[in-house]
């Protein structure tokens, strides 16, 4: 009997029912997974077994380091490597960036603003094969996790390094870290860091290094610098007197007095000398609060100084500027004192503050363990106008500089303004000795005029109480911020006035030609407008004589005055007015008030040196007096501002029947102070008499 042939739905001629086949499918693919998952298993232990023997050969026949990017070596290392030549034949994979910028000194940014962004080259990913001293190495750099850092979260690969060579001795390799950094730090010590507030705050980044500015570059009168650079290398090397005393090892200088006369160059030229690194400290800065200012103040990198600049502009009555405009949140001003006080810096913290108004500042920030040394910069004195002249034309006689000294008046101009004379002239030395008169032009004297002076010469004078007395404000640079607004207030009520004053404030040309002293030929002008006979202008000429009189008192005089003996009048009583503030017969309101500010500081020393001396020995603590002068706390300023605890220790004063004597003399001292104080006030008060206005017109209405 013939088979029965079945025929599949498919065709096929299979025998299989669908279900079998399907079956039959299914175990055919298990055994491909398992043989495939079998064989994956086996590669996978014969991979890891070849590693495991080839790490173990590595292991055996080289030795390596590993450099994580987070660290500074990395770049010490890759920059000692590209330095030295030895990855050039292999560096055909660049990475570029952008050379870090930060913070330049201010003369400088405006040039660097214009300039190309600099570029600089560092070895990419791979490997890179070099000879070091006659070892061959291979060097890999792969990059490795990738980290979420700062506030923004921002992702940032981070890079290895890993450096290899033939055999188990580490020391070649070892041998090439010490090598970079030798060279890194030998780099550093002739070059000034110059740290600043990395911009998620909280911690300093290095962010340029600089050569450092040459101490004698910056001239100044004798003994300043000096001083100074002593002072603070005694500071550096008393760590342990201070450990020893228990009295935070910390110093504070403050850099004082006008725009332009050195404060900031001279910090530079200080820690050239001194090896010392900048940390330029911006409370204005983003990112800062009292914390923040606190952990920085106290984290400063080692043998640093903090640079503060321009204290008197961050805060105002206590009060942050920046805060307050942009209503964020800003360090406050006891933040600030707190942060100055902290005393978890160990290693010896220099903070240096610069202001140009050490008047506006508020004590609490001028006492001793805040600002220790105060230091004024002035104008340019003779002997420094003489000084930047040899520094700028060296083969030139003295004689030369002397001739331009002569022709200037002294603490009159900044330095800067000398400097920026010199350049212009730079290789034409007689004219900067001819030109030395254009210094003095009109535009410059203004701003550093007493604004009684300022006022005289707008015919103006009136006003100059209101604005002195009721509104502090004594030179023209304190107008700055004065609108017009503000001259109602100050008893201004004529508009013309107002206009007058505002004019001046905006540098309005007509305002300055009016302004200057009038020539001969000046004032002829002006006279021809309001006279037409020519002998009356000549006799006017006559009584005028040379650069008298402003054209705004010219010009008043004619505008209110039509008749020709009154204006006669007038013009003679203000010329010699104008001659007897000048010959300093009237003196100077502003002059008056500094001599009396001196006075006042004077007087303010109620405790010379050797009367702290006479107490110690009045209470037989003689022995204390070198211990006083050691500890650097003999300036009657400093003894009294501390407290009794303090001196104790600084005076090294042990037994309890010592300490009892100095503390009842201390009551008794400073009881007598306050009074002596109070009394002083009282005899001040009754010193004042009448404002300036009055008596110079007293005193004209004697003379005619
Ligand atoms: N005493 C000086 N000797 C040499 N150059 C000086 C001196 N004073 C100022 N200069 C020059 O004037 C310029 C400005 O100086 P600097 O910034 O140091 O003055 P400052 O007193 O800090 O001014 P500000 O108060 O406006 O900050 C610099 O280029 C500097 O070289």
Redo the contacts with the bound molecule.
Sequence with gaps: MENPSFTTIDGSGSTLSPQEKQDEQFMQMTYTLIYMSFSGFVMSIIYMAFNYVYEQIRRKLTCSITISSNDDIYKIILDYLSSKGLLSSSMTQLKCQLKKKGWT???NRSKEENQKPEVEYLPGPGNHFFTYNGKKMWAVQSEGETLMTGWEKKPTKQELLYIMCYGTDTAPLRQLVEDAINVSQEKDTSLVNIYQVHRWGGSWEKCQQKRP?ALN????DSGIADNIIQDINKFLGSGEWYQSKGVPYRRGYL?Y????????????AVAGACNLNICYLNLSGGNMDDDGLNTLLNNSPLRSIILL??IDAIFVDRTSVQGKMMERQQVTFSGLLNALDGVRSQEGRILMM???HREKLDPALLRPGRADVHVE?NY?SEK?MK??FQ?FFPDEAEEKAQEFANQLPEYKL???????HFLKYKSDIQGAIENAKSLLDVDYQIKDMSISEWLRRLNMLQYAPKFRKESGIKRVSDLKYIGEGDLTAYGMTAMIDRKRIMGMISGDEDCKILFALQTQSQARTVLHAFLTSEADIEELLTIIGDEQITGWQLRDILDENKNFEVIKKKLRNKIIQNQLVKQGKIKDEDEKDDKKEEEEKKKKKDFPQENIEAMLKSISLTECIAKMKEAEIADPDVFFELDDATLITCLGIETEGKKFRFKEKMKEVKEKHEKLKAKKEQDDISEIVGDAFEKIQKKLSVIY
């Design positions: 000194w201010w003369w500015r570059s910056v001239v100044l850099l007095g006008p725009p332009g006369t050195g404060k900031t160059s001279f910090v530079q600049e321009d610069t202001t140009n910069l340019a420094q000084g930047l520094k900044n330095m800067a303004k000398l400097q920026g």
